[in-house]
Nanobody, 125 residues
Framework: QVQWVESGGGLVQVGGSLRLSCAAS????????MGWFRQAPGKEREFVAVISRSGSSTKYADSVKGRFAISRDNAKNTVYLQMNSLKPGDTAVYYC??????????????????WGQGTQVTVSS
């Protein structure tokens, strides 16, 4: 049974930082592109970031470019999302995603094989 356990969400003030983690058990992540998505209340789930299998390539949504950084540690079977300069608009449930095409973007959401359970991020002003 594959499990994707997310952690690191919480309440933070505007301008603050959080680091999300997504740890996999029951499967090695090194064979997958990994990503992060988010869903705010009343809105559709949207792409945030993706990282290639080796970690050599990354891509970000325009809304988080320059503020967020995705990384991975295949030895620890974990993917991270470092979020800096947080804004109220970043408030959402954040989901890690496994096994998705690197062609994902702001305008294209392909099928994703595995989803984490989600972790709440709330940015207060």
């Amino acid at each position: 049974q594959v499990q994707w356990v997310e952690s690191g969400g919480g309440l933070v003030q505007v301008g603050g930082s959080l680091r999300l983690s997504c740890a996999a058990s029951g499967r090695t992540i090194s064979v997958y592109n990994m990503g992060w998505f988010r869903q705010a209340p009343g809105k559709e789930r949207e792409f945030v970031a993706v990282i290639s299998r080796s970690g050599s390539s990354t891509k970000y949504a325009d809304s988080v470019k320059g503020r967020f950084a995705i990384s991975r540690d295949n030895a620890k079977n974990t993917v991270y999302l470092q979020m800096n300069s947080l804004k109220p608009g970043d408030t959402a449930v954040y989901y890690c995603a496994a096994d998705l095409p690197f062609s994902v973007s702001d305008r294209y959401t392909p099928p994703v094989t595995y989803w984490g359970q989600g972790t709440q991020v709330t940015v207060s002003s």
